[in-house]
């Protein structure tokens, strides 16, 4: 019960403070804000693209194109040297017979084009559907199916996949580098906040320690102060995350630019990132306070 | 049975200055103690040491069982709990009422606050202001906001209450009232050990008085002795 009011009367002070040196305060949770909105953007970011990435890795083909001109023979070839590759995960043949009739199948405007064909003209090839185990080597491993025999073209949506998630990271390292100088800004911020709070309560604190307030007791204020900055600093990001990233899924349908970038589900993700959001805001604020207190209130 | 006990205490600031030189004293519970001597002779030092604002250095002080000297720095409001102070310059919080000067000395203990009221308004009557526990100390007289000061400090039932020149911003008869006040909380048990430069205070209360000169401790005028030797 003791504590409870001790800890009420702290809390009421430490809130009272905020308001009373409102445009100091009001400086440190406008820098929470911002810090926190980066770390929401960095973080809806890199998890989208770890997302996309591994989509990525499960539907990346090789289609190895065979010449018209083989034999059953120099196909079983072609397949002993494919299954020899280190980084291929799985592979398939598609002979032109079933592709031709796959696509008659898929459509009207294939049917009437394609039924004239004789087997003599169907310029569609035979080919080797090939999966990777690691999507880095994709391009060696397509360089070294093209060098088999007998096989003409290979295609892979070259360069684009590894270039989208070279960017990735490249942001991925940029907004890690801007939330870290801004949490450091924020508590040298916060610190300073409290500082003055401290300063401009001196005859207060004196006062606390004439009539035998303990030292926890007098310092427990200003580090709930720095509790409550970073907590009020947390919450506009937490809004603009979670609508912002629903709203965000709800228009591209859960993709983005393609069906091929799946965006993460809303669900649990945003309070995951909520929840980061409100720890993070806290744990600068109450280090920030907890910094000025240790310097400037030496009892 | 002695509520301070100093022996040898000697106080050397880091300055180089040494403010109190060998002192030896002992104060019975339930006594009024007056401190005189020149400016600069080490009364606040004295009673500083008390309250532990400062740390002998050499030397023993004990304050009700406590060791002031061998006290840890966050085991000192252990210490403040028994004692009560009151300055010169009243040390109130400018923007709280009377009452909430009062009753803050006991919400930071986390005091239930019906408790708070029953004790704030007491010692309010007892300092004579009952009838101004809502004014500001800036709606209040010198003599009334020593008033304050003094119910703060003794709200928590202090077994001492130490006054460093309490009438010293105060005219004449203001003062008298603030003796009578502290005479008062003196008939109801508190040790009370007062600083002064008022002669006329000390020779109309008839207390004990103890004569500092340069840090050393020149007489203790046992009770009621005072008056005869200095005329
Ligand atoms: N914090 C301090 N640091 C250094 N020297 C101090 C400090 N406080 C007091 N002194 C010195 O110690 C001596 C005693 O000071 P003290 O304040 O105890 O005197 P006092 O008897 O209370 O004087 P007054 O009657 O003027 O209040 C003085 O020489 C003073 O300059
Ligand atoms: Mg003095």
């Not at chain 1, 009437?112 to 559907?129: A, C, H, K, R, Y």
């Not at chain 1, 989208?164 to 942001?171: D, T």
């Not at chain 2, 202001?129 to 009334?144: C, T």
């Amino acid at each position: 019960m003791k504590v409870f009011r001790i800890l009420g009367r702290n809390i009421r002070d430490s809130f009272k403070s905020v308001l009373r040196n409102f445009s100091l305060s009001m400086a440190s949770i406008s820098s929470i804000t911002i810090t926190l909105l980066v770390v929401s953007i960095s973080i809806v970011l890199s998890y989208n693209v770890n997302n996309f990435a591994v989509l990525v890795e499960k539907d990346v083909t090789i289609v190895a194109f065979i010449e018209n001109s083989v034999t059953d023979e120099d196909i079983a070839n072609i397949e002993e040297q494919i299954n020899r590759l280190q980084n291929v995960e799985t592979y398939e043949f598609q002979g032109k017979e079933d592709i031709t009739k796959d696509m008659m199948e898929s459509s009207d405007v294939f049917q009437n084009i394609m039924g004239g064909w004789s087997l003599d003209e169907n310029p569609i090839q035979d080919t080797f559907l090939v999966k990777v185990t690691d999507i880095e080597q994709i391009g060696d491993t397509a360089t070294k199916i093209k060098e088999i025999e007998n096989v003409s073209v290979v295609k892979y949506g070259e360069g684009m996949v590894e270039q989208l998630i070279k960017i990735f990271q490249v942001v991925e390292r940029i907004s890690f580098i801007m939330v870290i100088s801004l949490i450091l800004v924020t508590a040298f911020l916060i610190s300073n906040t409290i500082k003055i709070t401290i300063f401009s309560r001196k005859t207060e604190i004196g006062i606390m320690r004439l009539v035998g307030a303990s030292n926890i007791n007098i310092k427990i204020p200003f580090i709930l102060e720095g509790l409550f900055l970073g907590i009020l600093g947390s919450i506009v990001p937490v809004v603009i995350t979670t609508y912002g990233y629903m709203s965000l899924f709800k228009n591209f349908n859960g993709q983005l630019f393609s069906p091929f970038i799946k965006l993460i589900n809303p669900a649990p993700f945003i309070y995951y990132i909520s929840g980061i959001l409100v720890l993070i805001g806290v744990t600068v604020g109450m280090f920030g306070s907890w910094r000025a207190v240790r310097k400037h209130l030496k009892i | 049975m002695d509520l301070i006990n100093i022996r040898k205490a000697n106080k050397k600031y880091n300055t180089g200055v040494t403010a109190i030189y060998d002192l030896d004293l002992k104060i019975k519970k339930g006594e009024f103690v007056f401190v005189i001597g020149a400016t600069g002779c080490g009364k606040s030092t004295l009673i500083k040491m008390l309250y532990r604002e400062e740390k002998p250095t050499s030397g023993q002080i004990i304050v009700g069982g406590i060791d002031v000297a061998k006290l840890k720095n966050n085991k000192v409001f252990k210490l403040r709990r028994q004692i009560g102070v009151v300055f010169q310059n009243y040390r109130l919080l400018e923007k709280s009422t009377v009452y909430e000067n009062v009753a803050f000395a006991l919400e930071i203990f986390g005091t239930p606050k019906d408790e708070i009221h029953q004790k704030v308004i007491k010692v309010l009557e007892l300092v004579g202001l009952k009838n101004r526990i809502k004014s500001y100390p800036n709606q209040l007289s010198g003599g009334e906001q020593q008033r304050v000061a003094i119910a703060r400090a003794i709200v928590n039932g202090p077994k001492l209450l130490i006054c460093d020149e309490p009438t010293g911003n105060l005219d004449e008869d203001t003062s008298s009232e603030i003796m009578e006040v502290l005479e008062e909380i003196n008939k109801l048990g508190t040790t009370i050990i007062m600083v002064t430069h008022d002669r006329k205070i000390v020779e109309r209360m008839n207390k004990r008085v103890i004569l500092l000169d340069a840090g050393r401790l020149l007489k203790d005028y046992e009770k009621g002795t005072y008056k005869n030797e200095s005329i």
